[in-house]
């Protein structure tokens, strides 16, 4: 006759991979996000003024770029001059405005850096360096 065997020894180990399969996963850390913490006074109340600025300082930079002998038509100085009555008849609009532009810009410069492979510069940053 045969006599009763002993499981197996994994079979513990199937049974409790059994019952992590029916449990419910937690979510991927990327997934899982801290509530933000509230903005400081300080910086709520500067933010205006720090738009501002920003903004002024893109508009020198434009005004730099205009060639000293071009025409009324040149883009460089159309687009001068589009920055400046902007700034004049709706600074708000031209402070969102070069914000989204900068953010557009950033995630340009995101996405050109995960394009590289890893460990390699871009010429431009090699330059940068020296």
């Known amino acids: 006759p045969k006599t009763a065997s002993a499981p ?9 991979v059994d019952r992590l399969g029916r449990a419910e996963a937690p979510p991927p850390r990327s997934q899982v996000r801290a509530p933000a913490p509230p903005p400081l006074k300080t910086v709520a109340a500067l933010q205006p003024t720090v738009g501002r600025l920003k903004t002024e300082h893109r508009l020198r930079q434009a005004r730099a770029q205009v060639p ?49 492979p890893a460990g390699r510069e871009s010429r431009g940053e090699k330059r940068r360096q020296r």
């Open 8 to 16: 197996p020894p994994w079979a513990g180990l199937s049974s409790l």
């Open 68 to 116: 000293e002998n071009a025409g009324p038509l040149h883009s460089s100085r159309v687009v001068h001059r589009m920055l400046q009555t902007l700034h004049a008849d709706a600074p708000a609009y031209l402070q969102a405005l070069s914000a989204s532009v900068e953010a557009l810009a950033e995630l340009e410069r995101a996405f050109e850096a995960s394009l590289r």
